[in-house]
C-alpha cells in the first residue's frame, strides 16, 4: 500500500527549513549547520545544572567549555558499521556528524569546580557559581 502525504503538510515543512536552516529536499538537516541536542537548564544558589541528551556518543568525543557565564558543548556523532555478509541498508534515519549548543548563563561559573557525568546518552554538567562581588559602602567624609 502506498504512503500518502498530505501536500500543505510536506509544502509548510519545506518552508519552515526554508527561512530557519538550509533547505534540504531529502528530509536530512544541511551539513552546513551542526545539529542541536535538547537540554535542561537548572539552578539552585549554589549552581547550575545542566543535562543534555546526547544519544550515541563516546564521552571521548564530547567537549565542553567554559568561558565566565558562557557554556559550549560539541560533540561527534560517529558512524561506525557493523558491516555483516550479504546484508544492505533499505533505510538509514539515524544522524552522522557533529552536534552542538552554546548558551550564556545569568552569572559566571566557576570552570575550577565544574563536574561532568556522563551515563545513557544523558550529559550531566554541574557548574558552580562563582562568589558575586560585595557591595562596598564608601564613607563620605
Do not use: H
Not at 8 to 24: E, I, N, Q, T, Y
Not at 73 to 87: M, P
Not at 113 to 125: C, R, S
Amino acid at each position: 500500500m502506498a504512503t500518502l502525504t498530505r501536500f500543505d503538510d510536506a509544502f509548510d515543512d519545506l518552508l519552515r527549513g526554508f527561512f530557519v536552516r538550509p533547505v534540504s529536499f531529502d528530509g536530512s538537516q544541511s551539513q552546513a549547520t551542526p545539529a542541536q541536542f535538547r537540554v535542561e537548564v537548572s539552578e539552585n544558589e549554589q549552581s547550575y545544572v545542566i543535562r543534555a541528551e546526547i544519544p550515541g556518543v563516546k564521552k571521548e568525543d564530547i567537549n565542553i567549555s567554559i568561558d565566565a557565564d558562557q557554556v559550549a558543548i560539541s560533540a561527534e556523532v560517529k558512524n561506525e558499521k557493523d558491516a555483516r555478509q550479504g546484508e544492505r541498508v533499505l533505510r538509514a534515519e539515524r544522524y552522522y556528524g557533529k552536534v552542538y549548543r552554546a548558551f550564556a548563563l545569568g552569572q559566571p561559573v566557576d570552570d575550577n569546580g565544574a563536574a561532568a557525568k556522563y551515563q545513557d546518552g544523558i550529559l550531566e554538567l554541574t557548574l558552580p557559581k562563582k562568589a558575586a562581588a560585595q557591595a562596598r559602602r564608601i564613607e563620605i567624609q
